[in-house]
């Protein structure tokens, strides 16, 4: 895997990308792009990491694996970039938040500007075979992102951690317990299967903005 990406986190995330259970991923990984088709393309993959360097860090959007069709995942959890058709997920979102914050739909799917704003958007597995949703699920990306959501955790700047669905929701223990100002903030996956289970209603935009304005940081500009 390419690292450069990782440069501003290095110093973050010294344990985990030192460590073996990395170099097996790694591996895996360069393997899987080697001889299938998987998203997002390799240039992306820690694209996140890029945009959003951890001093930075307001918000912590987590999903569960990159879209598996082509041409959508981007390395950011739930953007396209423009001119793609928006995938059912990031549409549900955008109702959520519009019907949260009386906004309308973007113009796009690219969510780059929340990144450049302090989002942070992270899946729990980074990668996916073409047309196999969560295909990579055991092959190392959940130790690698919690250790990222454990690092962040130590971060002394407030910060919202939004879980969407089961697979983001097992790592509320690890924010639990961090000793800076914190809001966790979970609901079910905003695809069609989950949605109406209880994402639509849950109103994370606004919760995320009283969060940060109660200590002191800036809204984001959804």
């Known amino acids: ?9 290095e110093a973050l995330l010294a344990p985990q990308l030192k460590s073996l259970n990395f170099a097996s991923l790694s591996s895996q990984v360069d393997q899987a792009y080697a001889t299938t088709t998987v998203y997002p393309p390799a240039e992306d993959l820690f694209a996140a990491f890029a945009l959003t360097p951890p001093e930075s860090v307001q918000v912590v959007i987590l999903g569960q694996d990159p879209y598996h069709a082509p041409d959508q995942a981007n390395g950011l959890a739930f953007s396209v970039r423009p001119g793609i058709p928006l995938p059912p997920s990031l549409r549900n979102i955008f109702q959520e938040r519009q019907a949260d914050l009386n906004l309308p739909f973007p113009a796009n799917g690219d969510l780059s500007s929340w990144a450049r704003q302090g989002v942070f958007l992270l899946n729990t597995v980074l990668t996916v075979e ?14 690698f992102t919690d250790g990222v959501i454990s690092a962040l955790a130590k971060l002394p700047q407030p910060i919202s951690f939004v879980l969407w669905g089961a697979q983001a929701q097992k790592k509320a223990p690890i924010i639990a317990a961090s000793s800076y100002p914190r809001q966790i903030l979970t609901a079910p996956h905003p695809s069609p299967l989950s949605a109406y289970r209880g994402f639509f209603g849950s109103r994370p935009f606004s919760q995320i903005n009283a969060f940060l ?3 002191g940081t800036s809204a984001i500009v959804w």
Not at 1 to 9: A, G, I, N
């Open 130 to 143: 073409a047309g196999k949703a969560n295909s990579h699920k055991n092959i190392g990306w959940q130790e």
């Open 1 to 9: 895997m390419e690292l450069t990406s990782l440069k501003s986190w």
């Open 213 to 215: 304005q109660k200590h």
